[in-house]
């Protein structure tokens, strides 16, 4: 998956916990769940964007980490919404699966990214300052 496709899937995550959290229902757990799905849900796209304009590997792997944060805590807040009865297991299920399969995505590319970092630090050694 390029950077554009991530792009775009992260911001169709974002429209669809969107949708989630307009039909919960409007009593205090709904509200305090659709608040919190709400800015993790919508921060996974916003924070990708971040990680492409990133300026460094470092700076791109630092995101990645914050990006696979919010993909894993939006899978947590659907999980709560099921759980506590808000609405079914069936139907917030494939919302649930992007968000870990975007959680999964993001620890695979940071990880990749730090072997990379840490090959290239094998073969290219800092020079001994004497």
Request: proline share 3%; net charge positive.
């Amino acid at each position: 998956m390029n950077e554009a496709e991530l792009k775009k899937r992260t911001k169709a995550f974002a429209l669809r916990v969107l949708k989630l959290i307009d039909s919960l229902p409007d009593n205090r757990s709904g509200r305090i769940l659709a608040g919190q799905l709400g800015r993790s849900g919508t921060s996974v796209g916003a924070n990708y964007r971040a990680v492409c304009r990133s300026r460094s590997t470092a700076e791109m792997i630092s995101k990645l980490a914050v990006v696979e944060e919010e993909a894993d805590e939006s899978a947590f807040w659907i999980e709560l919404i099921g759980d506590h009865g808000l609405m079914t297991l069936g139907k917030v299920a494939p919302l649930l699966k992007e968000a870990d399969e975007l959680t999964a995505i993001m620890v695979a590319s940071r990880r990749t990214l730090g072997r990379r970092v840490q090959e290239s630090k094998i073969q290219n050694p800092k020079p001994k300052i004497i």
